[in-house]
């Protein structure tokens, strides 16, 4: 299974100390100068704005806002935003987060934003189970997007052209 981002795939080497570095930094270069502001977060939170993004590690939210912490509260979903089925307890996470965000919070605002050429819309679309059979959790929860999958091929075969040739 090839995916829009393993085509040119490069092994990162993560330099581990300077990573807690910039973690350590924190308090003494961004809490420190700021120290009434972090203490007023530290006493509650008032978002104005649930921000849920389908994203991978190419895009990150914090950058497309000009807002600082507090205004938005940021839920970065990699795969899909599953829904609640009827009466389960199945797929909750992303429902409690909606949920808490508009009746406790009491956001004002909901933004949901993705991209272009994703990863797992590409594996959604294009795996087999044999490509899948390493990753069960990301293959349960793809299943979601199994009857959006079907009425895309079937649309593709009234036309006669193969989804992969509607990709390219």
């Known amino acids: 299974m090839k995916t829009p981002t393993h085509e040119k795939k490069s092994v990162q080497q993560i330099d581990c100390n300077k990573l807690f570095e910039e973690i350590r930094g924190f308090k003494p270069n961004k809490h420190v100068p700021h120290k009434e ?3 007023q977060l530290s006493q509650y939170q008032n978002p104005h704005t649930l921000f849920i993004s389908y994203s991978d590690s190419r895009v990150i939210p914090n950058l497309l806002t000009p807002f600082r ?7 970065t979903l990699a795969i899909l935003c599953p829904f609640m089925i009827g009466g389960s307890d199945t797929f909750v996470t992303t429902s409690a987060v909606i949920e808490y965000a508009v009746k406790q919070l009491q956001v004002t605002n909901i933004v949901v934003c993705g991209h272009s050429n ?3 819309g590409y594996v959604a ?3 087999s189970e044999k490509d899948m059979k390493h990753l069960p959790h990301t293959k349960k929860c793809l299943e ?3 009857p959006v999958k079907k009425i895309v091929e079937e649309k593709i075969a009234k036309k006669k052209i193969s989804i ?3 990709s390219a």
């Open 69 to 75: 912490a507090n205004c938005l509260l940021y839920v």
């Open 125 to 127: 679309l294009y795996s």
């Open 118 to 120: 994703c990863g797992d």
């Open 164 to 166: 992969k040739e509607r």
């Open 144 to 146: 979601l997007a199994a």
């Open 37 to 39: 502001f972090y203490a």
